[in-house]
């Protein structure tokens, strides 16, 4: 149902059993896949595909012109969400800021009040960004990763797959899949509950805890550790780790590991 107060482009695609509520906005130029719900007075334009079951809060805007200065109103760019997101009240997801180039939200995600979304970000799957979180342009972020509410993370970084961000953190450096990280660029440990619900086996877990000590707790630098990383074989969980931390190496660097005077081996048990 659309209500009649939405105002809709003549040139829209709307899917079967679509709900719009009043004075909601969508583009000429906007495709919203079967099943959506848009909450009231949402604004979506530009070049912007929705896919199947995503649920809209009110106010959210969602395709709106990118935070950057060198941004022409003429260029074409645009957002593609996949499917079942919850993209809660005054969500704000800009497209991207260099022609033809978009901001991706894959399936099953939830973005909780006032998260924003910058251009060009792309989100995996099954992720959770709470309350006020701000994603600055190009920020990628892996599956099942959670961003604690009011935490910041600067343009062009990654977060890895299942990392927990604590809220009210900064970031500005990459952070390696299966962490915890928090404060201002720091890491803590590793997400073992996460890996646990994730449903890594006892093997699993003990190789990505082999690989996390060697690149922060052998003592050696990180380059150092990743070349004694070459003389054992990992499966694809610790490939994954060390993938990760050579292509940060080149580019914003990794997070440090923050110890503690009672930091031990044991900490980190999985």
Known sequence: MIHPTAIIGSEAKIGASVEIGPHSVVGAAVTIADDCVIGANVVIEGEVFIGRGNRIGHGALIGGEP?????SPTTRS?????????????????RGTTADSTTKIGDENFL????????????????IIANNVLLGGYVTVGDHAFLGGGSVFHQNMRVGRLVIAQGGSA???????????????????????????????????????????????????????????????????????????TDAITKRGICPLKRSAESSEERYEI
């Open 171 to 245: 970031f500005g450096k990459d952070i390696p899949p299966f962490v915890i990280a928090a404060e201002r660029n720091y890491v803590f440990g590793l997400n073992t509950i996460g890996l646990r619900r994730a449903g890594f086996s006892r093997e699993e877990r003990a190789e990505i805890k082999r690989a996390f000590k060697l690149i922060y707790l052998s003592g050696l630098n990180t380059r150092q550790a990743l070349e004694k990383s070459l003389e054992s074989e990992w499966s694809e969980a610790g490939r994954e780790f060390f993938r990760f931390v």
């Open 112 to 127: 909780m009040v006032n998260a924003h979304v910058g251009h060009n970000c792309v989100i995996g799957n099954k992720v």
């Open 67 to 71: 935070q950057d200065v060198s941004f």
């Open 78 to 94: 645009g957002v593609e969400i996949g499917e079942r997101n919850i993209i809660r009240e005054q969500c704000t997801i800009h």
